[in-house]
């Protein structure tokens, strides 16, 4: 969706105050209705871990696409891109990396979404026995549950990066940028010619 609006601006103008105004609802109040909805299962938890993350990935595409550079535009126009290579070619390669930016965070909140959407009703889960473990003052099993969260988002941390490191082979990596814009040294010390 964030493709879509960047790239179509009258569909951008026309719902840019609703997609406003849904972002700054507090989605985490979702969690109930959510819960009343789709069960105490597995779909709660989806449909509040999706809500959590929209916007942010929405925004982050949305950005990637607008700040395309206007001279590789230009330059794969004038090579004769038509519009679904310049999708393929320029704007997906320029939002993919603003896609990852956004994951690394939306990956923790998501999962912190499915834990508050554990605490509000389950029967099983790590939610549900740090709810009991806090209803007990069993501070170890609180604390355990806790490190077995932590790890899991850690994980989950580690694949996105995986797929990012899989899916953007193209790009080069921050010291690659300055090793190769420096002058070789040898050019450097070199005597001037007469």
């Known amino acids: 969706m964030g493709l879509w609006f960047a790239l179509a601006p009258t569909t951008s103008a026309l719902l840019d105050p609703y ?4 972002n700054s609802m507090p989605r985490v109040i979702l969690a109930p209705i959510f819960a009343v909805w789709f069960g105490l299962g597995i779909w ?9 993350v929209f916007f942010i990935v929405f925004f982050n ?3 990637g696409v607008k700040e395309v550079s206007p001279v590789v535009l230009a330059n794969a126009r004038m090579l004769g891109a038509n519009r679904k290579q310049l999708l393929r070619h320029v704007y997906l ?5 603003w896609v990852f930016s956004s994951l690394h965070t939306s990956v923790g909140l998501a999962f912190a979404g499915s834990v508050v959407v554990e605490y509000l009703g389950s029967a099983r889960s790590v939610g549900y026995l740090i709810l009991q473990a806090e209803g ?5 099993t609180v604390f355990a549950g806790i490190l077995v969260l932590t790890a899991f988002a850690l994980v989950l941390d580690g694949l996105v990066a995986l797929v990012e490191r899989r899916l953007m082979k193209w790009q080069p990596r921050s ?3 300055q090793k190769n814009c420096r002058p070789s040294r040898e050019k450097a010390i ?5």
């Open 61 to 63: 595409v949305y950005q």
């Open 190 to 194: 070199a005597p001037a010619s007469p």
């Open 93 to 97: 390669p320029s939002a993919t990396s």
């Open 44 to 52: 709660s938890k989806v449909a509040l871990g999706v809500t959590l």
């Open 175 to 177: 010291g690659e940028k």
């Open 136 to 140: 007990t003052f069993d501070i170890n």
């Open 19 to 22: 997609i406003k105004a849904a």
